[in-house]
Each structure stands twice: as C-alpha cells, then as structure tokens.
C-alpha cells in the first residue's frame, strides 16, 4: 500500500508530469519531430504507469467514507494554503470516481498520442499541446478545491481552440470558435455557482469537504443548482446544448475526436455528479425532473439523427450525443444503481467512442472518405480494422459482456426501480432507444465493410506511416462532401503502432464488460456520501 505522503506527491505527479512534458518539448529544436514524437509517447507511457500503480494501490486498500458524515472519503489527500487571502486551497484526493475517471483519461492520452505518431506538420505544437491538454484533465479530477477545479477545466480550453483551429480539416476555425464560445457560456454559468457557494457558505471557501458538510438556503439551492447542472451539462453534451459537439469531432483531428468524446465531456458529467448534486442536493430534487426530459430528448434525438448520417464522424458524434443521455438519465434517478450507472456510462462510453474516432480515422486515412455510400467490402482488404470495427460498434449498441451492456443495464434499472412515474416512462423510451442505436451502428457496418470491393483505375495505396498521419489529423475536407476514389485490392492493413491503441481500448472495453462487479463496489462506497446528502 502507498502511504498517503508519497501517494498525494504521486497524485500531484499525474498532472504536473504531462505539464513538464510540454515545457521541456518548447526546448526541442523545431526539425526534431521524431525526439519530440518519442519524448511525449514517453511522458504519456510513464503517467498511464503511475495512474496504474495509484489504482492498483488504491482499489487494493479503497478508502471507506464515514456512515452519516455525508463526506467523502479521500485516499492519497494533500491540503495546503495556495492563497490564503481568498482561503484558496491546493486540495487533491481521490475516490473511486475520480480515480476510474484518471484511468479512463490516462489510457486515452496514451492512445491519442499513438494515434497521431504519423502527424508531420507543426508536430513540436501538436505534441505541447496536447500535454497541455493532458494536464488539464488530470488536475480536474483530483481537485477538491472548487477555485482549483475550475483553474485546471479552463487550462483544457486554449489548447482544445488551437489543436481544433491549426490541425483540423473542413470548417476548423469555424468548429473550434463555436466549441470554445459554447464551453465558455458553461464555464460563466460553472463560475457563477462556485462564487455563490463561496459567498453563501459563510465560511469563504472553496473546499469540496467542507462545503459539503453546509445545509444552504433552499432559495440559493434552488437557482444555484440549475447553474451548475447546466454549466456541467453543455461541457457534458447535454440536449439541446450539444450543437458544439458535432461540428468539433468532425473537424477535430483524430486524437482530438478521441480526447473530447472518451475524455473532455467526462469532465462536465462528473461536475455534475460530485459538484452540483453533491453540494446542492435540496436543489437537485425539485430540477432533477426538468434535466430528466433533456436527457430522454437526447437519447431519443441524438440516435435518429445518427441515423440520418453519412459521414462515420457525425454519426458516431450524434451516437454520443445519444449515448451522454444515458449519463444524465442514471443521474436522474437519483439512487445507488442510476448513479452507479451513470458513472459506469461514462467509463464506458470513454472507451468505447475514442476507439470508434480511433478507427475512422484509420479507415478513412486509407480511403480518403468518411462517407458510407462512398465505401463497401473492406472486410477484404483490411480485416484487422473491419474486425475492430465491427467490436467498437457492437460494445456501442450494448452487446453483452463489453462495457457498454453492464453501463446501460445499470442505468434502466436504477431508472424503473424509482417507482416515479416520469422517470419510468423516460427510463422505457430510452431502452426502445436501443433499437435505433442497433440500426445505425449495423448499417453502417454493413455498409462499408461487406459488398463488393472497391476498385478504380487510379486506386490509391498508402504505406503505414503516411495512413498513420492522415489518421492523426492530415484529414483534409473529408466528410464534405467530394468523392473519393480507391482501390480495396491496394489498402493496407494496420501496423502495429496503429493496432496498440485499438487494442489497448479494446481490452479495456472488454475487461470493464466482463468483470463489473469490483468497480461497482468500490463505486458504491464512493457514491454514499452524495446519496446520503440528496437524502438527508
């Protein structure tokens, strides 16, 4: 077991060592891709190691919150005065929820950077930033000073604008402003619900833990909680205030595809959860049932629309749409199981859609087109990615014994055992829901994978390391529009440095399918606290 000492400087480690990572990268020569390439490959390697020795640590010897105390237990904690005149506190820790959410996000930046080993324009930018990026996540969730949460969610703002805006394809300026002017309308209204907890405390602080031990006035509650839920909720893809999302995957490179979906709109559902819900909880009850109908719309909306889609990109981003729904239906239900559900959801969901943004990626790198009609029989041809394909789609529509079905299942049940009628009924349209994912994601696969084969005159074959780069974010106007011509018998399969990061989420989407008994447990002991709170 680590002590706590070491363990909260290894816990400070998870954050600072991607920053570090990026300052020594400025130093690099700028001709020097490949030093900087396997420099941030080895930053990324050694935070996935250390966030593995902290969770094995951790899940080994979890720590139990205090029945009745409705505050929760920390393991690896560090408190000190950061500034004293405004009792701003550098307060980190985690439980099981912030410590599966460092899991999901280190395997994901692992992945992200492996995906994008073949980018060969401004590459020393492209890797800074995405440390940067890096480090902004990983300091949001082990944060538990609310003025520090807030430092580390807006650091993940400037180079998201950047990486979208530099390294994009088709509209990128345009999808990167509106990204960034969305996430900035959630972060005024995030602000706004942090400085009146700061102010309405009556103790002036910014600390998680202690303000969770204040009962505030249901009148604050009641306009407080709103601004926080929604605020959380537009960084979360929450319907209607998604519109950022779609447009920003399909422009994104496909790392940044990868972070936003599997990692970024984590950040806004689990604000939700440990900030909003738990703090304001008198709040929570009486509005719970206005975000319970958005979160049904979204589920609903984002799976027809995903069906109306041509473009692999869209679909799978309006899929998340859908599918950030059930996050928000599991919160709903405001029990053990839909919130168990709820976070499950959101491990799931990480893995699963950046393996699917992974995959795109390299097919279309070798194609040159996301659009469906514009592809079949490339099951022929490339049989490593089709077959991976057809595994992130499956675990997507909740096939049993992959991530997504135990998520899900936890999600409807927690929805029908409430026993309130509208979360019943949302709970029922929401699983009919299914049926629309399961067309979408099979269509799709059918239609690019099986039929005939491609072929054309001027068929292009790409060798490994340039498919690799147009993965990354050398992806033109794809999706646009233009046709694409190709010849199936020419493509190539992955090589192994493609194949790595499938792999590794695969293994992690199957691993969390089979085996989700140990982390709901420990999930559980994390959740007592806020259910204790939305209970009292």
């Known amino acids: 077991m680590i002590e706590n000492g070491v363990g909260a400087c290894l816990l400070s480690w998870t954050w600072f060592l991607p920053l570090l990572a990026a300052g020594v990268m400025m130093l690099f020569p700028a001709g020097n891709s490949r030093g900087v390439k396997r420099f941030s490959l080895g930053a990324s390697v050694a935070n996935l190691v250390l966030v593995l020795v902290l969770a094995t640590s951790f899940f080994m010897h979890p720590p139990v919150p205090e029945p009745g105390s409705g505050v929760s237990a920390l393991a ?32 994901i930046v692992l992945c992200g950077t492996m995906a994008s080993w073949g980018v060969e324009n401004r590459v020393k930018e492209f890797f800074i930033l995405l440390q940067i990026l890096a480090a902004g996540v990983f300091g949001s969730f082990i944060a538990f000073d609310l003025f520090a949460f ?8 400037i180079p998201t604008y950047l990486l979208i805006g530099m390294f994009g394809s088709g509209r990128k300026e345009f999808a990167a ?51 926080l839920f929604l605020g959380f ?9 998604h519109i950022w999302s779609p447009d ?10 990868m972070f936003l979906a599997g990692v970024h709109m984590k950040l806004g559902s689990y604000g939700c959860l440990r900030i909003a819900m738990y703090l304001l909880p008198e709040g929570c009850r009486p509005w719970m049932d206005v975000f319970l109908i958005l979160a049904v719309g979204g589920v609903v909306w ?74 079949s029989g490339l099951m022929a041809s490339i049989p490593f990615l089709s077959v991976c394909f057809v595994m992130a789609g499956f675990a997507g529509l909740g096939l049993p014994g992959m991530a997504g079905f135990a998520a899900e299942l ?31 994601i099979l269509r799709a696969a059918n239609g690019i994978l099986h039929g005939p084969s491609r072929s054309s005159g001027g068929g292009i074959a790409l060798d490994a390391h340039a498919a690799i780069g147009s ?42 399918g089979l085996f989700p008994g140990r982390i709901a447990g420990l999930l559980d002991q994390a959740l007592q606290p806020i259910l204790e709170n939305l209970n009292r």
């Open 76 to 107: 690896f904690a560090a408190d000190f005065a950061w500034f004293p005149a405004l009792n701003i506190h550098y307060h980190i820790g985690v439980d099981a929820i912030s410590m599966s959410m460092m899991v999901l996000a280190a395997v």
């Open 150 to 157: 807030f430092v580390f969610n807006e650091l993940t703002l």
């Open 177 to 227: 402003m509106k990204l960034n002017l969305m996430l900035m309308g959630g972060s005024a209204l995030i602000l706004l619900g942090i400085l009146g907890l700061y102010f309405e405390s009556g103790i002036r602080s910014f600390d998680i833990t202690e303000l969770a031990r204040i009962h505030f006035d249901k009148g604050f509650q009641m306009w407080a909680f709103p601004a």
């Open 233 to 241: 909720g537009i960084l979360g893809n929450m319907f209607p205030f």
């Open 248 to 257: 920003g995957h399909a422009s994104a490179p496909t790392a940044i595809s």
């Open 302 to 375: 984002g799976a027809f629309v995903a069906l109306k889609q041509k473009d692999l990109k869209y679909m799978n981003a309006y899929s998340s749409v859908s599918h950030c729904g059930l996050v928000f239906l599991g919160l709903a239900a405001l029990n053990v199981t839909g919130l168990r559900g709820a976070v499950m959801q959101m491990l799931a969901h990480g893995f699963i859609t950046a393996a699917v943004f992974c995959l795109i990626g390299m097919i279309y790198s070798r194609t040159h087109t996301r659009r469906i009609p514009e592809m």
């Open 410 to 440: 936890n999600v409807f049940v927690g929805g029908f055992a409430t026993g309130r009628p509208l979360v019943v009924f949302a709970s029922g349209i929401a699983v009919l829901s299914i049926i629309l994912t399961a067309i979408y």
């Open 471 to 512: 993965a990354a974010g050398q992806d033109g106007h794809a999706g646009h529009g233009e046709s694409s011509a190709f010849d199936s018998a020419t493509l190539v399969d992955a090589n192994w440095m493609e194949r790595l990061p499938v792999l590794l989420l695969l293994g992690c989407i199957i691993g969390l």
